[in-house]
């Protein structure tokens, strides 16, 4: 490992988010409340004190959308990386957060590395996917830092795959609509910061009362 730091950044709020809608590989653009989010978090990645040389993200537009305006306040490159995309949710896109509770989709995906009744990817499909890919993207940037823009599911997952520790669904590294958490790639990958919001003014953090807490799109 090189001693790079990644932050990781999961987009803003989306349509679908406020209408508590399970998308994956669906598209739902950022409402006013995720531009905002953005921009703060924007700002926080400003003043961080880390230089940031490239900003990496996944191909859906809430993704990239967010990777544009951070890119417009820090001034830095943006490309795209195909396996940063969200998981895909096989028949159940596009149902509620409900539903997908009462489908047990967080609890089963925890119990089981390989679930995947919905027809879509399984935890570890995902996490091996986006693990590879952070790991891919260390070395085409070598000495660089990245910020790579992605997905609450998608991040969750490929960190447990990246620090071996628990289900490879990842509950423990679910984060926040614009949250940043970042690590750093030593000997071994290290979390600095886990799902770190509280740049955001309080009317922009989520009130969410999503059942199954998976933070999934």
Same mark, same amino acid.
């Given at each position: 490992?090189?001693? #790079?730091?990644?932050?990781?950044?999961?987009?803003?709020?989306?349509?679908?988010?406020?209408?508590?809608?399970?998308?994956?590989?669906?598209?739902? /653009?950022? !409402?006013?409340?995720?531009?905002? @989010?953005?921009?703060?978090?924007? #700002?926080?990645?400003?003043?961080? %004190?880390?230089? *940031?040389?490239?900003?990496?993200?996944?191909?859906?537009?809430?993704?990239?959308?967010?990777? !544009?305006?951070?890119?417009?306040?820090?001034?830095?490159?943006?490309?795209?990386?195909?396996?940063?995309?969200?998981?895909?949710?096989?028949?159940?896109?596009?149902?509620?957060? $409900?539903?997908?509770?009462?489908? %047990?989709?967080?609890?089963?995906?925890?119990?089981?590395?390989?679930?995947?009744?919905?027809?879509?990817?399984? /935890?570890?499909?995902?996490?091996?996917?986006?693990? $590879?890919?952070?790991?891919? +993207?260390?070395?085409?940037?070598?000495?660089?830092?990245?910020?790579?823009?992605?997905?609450?599911?998608?991040?969750? =997952?490929?960190?447990?795959?990246? $620090?071996?520790?628990?289900?490879?669904? %990842?509950?423990? *590294? +679910?984060?926040?609509?614009?949250?940043?958490?970042?690590?750093?790639?030593?000997?071994? /990958?290290?979390?600095?910061?886990?799902?770190?919001?509280?740049? +955001?003014?309080?009317?922009?953090? =989520? #009130?969410? !009362?999503?059942?199954?807490?998976?933070? @999934?799109?």
């Amino acid at each position: 490992m090189t001693g #790079q730091r990644v932050a990781l950044i999961r987009h803003g709020e989306t349509v679908a988010n406020e209408a508590q809608l399970a998308y994956g590989r669906l598209e739902s /653009p950022l !409402n006013d409340r995720g531009i905002a @989010q953005v921009q703060a978090t924007a #700002q926080a990645l400003k003043t961080r %004190g880390t230089d *940031y040389h490239h900003i990496v993200s996944s191909p859906l537009g809430r993704a990239l959308e967010t990777a !544009n305006l951070i890119a417009d306040t820090l001034q830095l490159p943006i490309s795209i990386e195909a396996d940063l995309v969200e998981c895909d949710l096989g028949e159940w896109e596009g149902i509620t957060y $409900l539903e997908m509770h009462e489908r %047990g989709y967080a609890v089963k995906s925890i119990q089981d590395d390989h679930f995947r009744e919905h027809g879509g990817e399984s /935890p570890f499909d995902i996490s091996e996917r986006v693990k $590879l890919a952070m790991l891919r +993207l260390l070395g085409e940037h070598p000495g660089q830092n990245l910020i790579l823009v992605g997905h609450g599911g998608a991040f969750a =997952n490929g960190l447990s795959a990246l $620090l071996g520790s628990g289900p490879r669904f %990842g509950p423990k *590294y +679910l984060m926040h609509n614009a949250a940043i958490t970042e690590l750093t790639f030593e000997q071994e /990958p290290t979390i600095l910061t886990l799902n770190e919001y509280a740049h +955001l003014p309080h009317h922009l953090k =989520n #009130q969410s !009362n999503r059942p199954d807490n998976a933070q @999934q799109a």
